[in-house]
């Protein structure tokens, strides 16, 4: 065994490592460590990985190709290790950039097979090797910005499990596709048109991929804004309704104070009289009679006090004691939007958990500030069963129908802001611990940039 058949070998597989750094751009917002620390990381294994594969295709004379899998489930979970992704997400990246780089070596192995037509894929010359590394880190150079500015807008605004699972499916498809057509023997691709049929339909298969990365933005693209259109609309309907309570409070006060006149006089007849009996009972009815304000202020950011509003007259209704206190910026650059759909979520969540257990115990403490200059903390806790269901560190939904994904979205939302989303419990109590940076969100709008 020389050098020059070990190194080719360990090259191939060492190109785990540009793709999976590829992975890395679109969670770039849900990084555990450090971006350097995790590629360096990611470094070590895939180089410890590429020697020990490399040893055993040139020294007992394996196909290369079938090498990849185990190496590939090891350098996978240590990506998956160095972010907060769920698995999912992790899966549905890995195995997209594992597709395409499949049908760029399918490429290169063609490549190969035009200049050694009797030659053998266990035996691939260094023209071919040349070509897949060349190929590979060129498709790695290519994608990374985009993947950068796109992928992480989807992963940052996509948080349904189910979805992701269907995608990694359909990219691990093209995976399979990808490896179980790799021309082993040169010369089949010499036989009759098998060469032109074989690289029509590699092209055909990478711009199909391509082309569903593609819609899939679309499409999730779509669904963010029309999730931003609902909430805007909601919050427009909370506010509506508030303004219409206030503009009847307003009508009705006016009301009053139009009688007052007559008021006095009556008091003053009664005080002639020194009926003082009657007096107390004109002034109980008076006052019981008076326009009670049935909306709060609790900070000047008008959606955001709608939406306070509406959940104080919900936990009015079901009996649930909420205490608010709100500290805003004096110039708030988190949009109202996310503001709204972080807090609506967190206490939507309360809403329906002090539903389940005894009024004695129903009670929901929110607290929003600003701390350190530039960032704005939201600390919420709620009474609730102690009945939780975990996935990792993912709390899933325990009512029916849901699905947990309320929590991820607010995790998402923070994540856009740089900031952290922390969901803990204890066996009474349930706490969530937002904070935001206060600044506009990053990958928002990108299309439009």
């Known amino acids: 065994m020389n050098l020059q058949e070990y190194i080719f070998p360990f090259l191939t597989y060492f190109?785990?490592?540009?793709?999976t750094l590829v992975c890395f751009a679109p969670a770039r917002n849900h990084m555990r460590i450090p971006f350097r620390k995790a590629a360096l990381r990611i470094a070590g294994v895939t180089a410890v990985i590429s020697a020990v594969m490399a040893f055993v295709t040139v020294y007992f004379s394996q196909e290369w190709g079938i090498l990849y899998f185990p190496g590939m489930l090891i350098v996978f979970?240590?990506?998956?290790?160095?972010?907060?992704?769920?698995?999912?997400?992790?899966?549905f990246l890995f195995i997209l950039i594992c597709s395409f780089m499949s049908f760029i070596s399918n490429a290169a192995i063609v490549f190969g097979a035009l200049l050694h037509p009797d030659g053998l894929l266990m035996n691939m010359s260094v023209e071919g090797h040349l070509v897949v590394l060349i190929a590979s880190l060129l498709f790695c150079g290519l994608v990374i910005r985009p993947s950068y500015r796109y992928g992480s807008f989807i992963i940052d605004n996509l948080p349904s499990a189910q979805v992701w699972w269907t995608a990694s499916i359909v990219a691990g498809l093209f995976f399979i596709f990808a490896q179980v057509t790799v021309i082993r023997k040169y010369r089949t691709l010499h036989t009759n048109r098998v060469g032109s049929a074989y690289i029509a339909i590699l092209i055909l298969m990478f711009i199909l991929l391509f082309l569903l990365c593609i819609v899939f933005y679309h499409i999730v693209e779509v669904m963010v804004e029309r999730a931003e259109a609902e909430s805007r609309n909601q919050m427009i309907e909370m506010q509506e309704k508030q303004y219409e309570s206030l503009q009847r409070y307003i009508e009705a006060d006016s009301r009053v104070r139009h009688d007052f006149r007559q008021t006095i006089y009556t008091l003053k007849e009664l005080s002639a009289e020194k009926d003082y009996a009657s007096i107390e009972e004109f002034l109980r009815r008076y006052v019981d009679a008076l326009p009670q304000k049935d909306t709060e202020f609790f900070c000047r950011d008008n959606a955001l006090n709608a939406l306070l509003n509406h959940y104080s007259r919900q936990a009015k209704e079901q009996d649930t004691k909420l205490k608010i206190e709100?500290?805003?910026?004096?110039?708030?650059?988190?949009?109202?939007?996310?503001?709204?759909?972080?807090?609506?979520?967190?206490?939507?969540?309360?809403?329906?958990?002090?539903?389940?257990i005894p009024a004695d115990r129903r009670f929901v403490n929110l607290i929003i500030s600003v701390e350190q200059g530039d960032e704005l903390y939201i600390a919420a806790s709620n009474g609730f069963n102690g009945k939780v269901l975990q996935r990792g560190n993912r709390y899933l939904s325990t009512h029916k129908g849901g699905n947990g994904i309320g929590l991820v979205s607010v995790a998402a939302t923070a994540g856009?802001?740089?900031?952290?989303?922390?969901?803990?419990?204890?066996?009474?109590?349930?706490?969530?611990?937002?904070?935001?940076v206060n600044k506009p969100a990053v990958n928002r709008y990108i299309t439009k940039a």
């Open 15 to 19: 190109l785990m490592l540009p793709g």
């Open 77 to 91: 979970m240590t990506f998956h290790r160095a972010s907060s992704l769920h698995i999912s997400q992790s899966a």
């Open 326 to 356: 709100v500290g805003l910026p004096e110039k708030l650059e988190i949009d109202s939007v996310d503001l709204c759909s972080i807090i609506g979520n967190i206490l939507e969540n309360a809403m329906i958990a002090c539903a389940q």
């Open 416 to 436: 856009r802001y740089s900031g952290t989303a922390d969901f803990t419990h204890d066996s009474k109590v349930f706490y969530s611990n937002v904070m935001l």
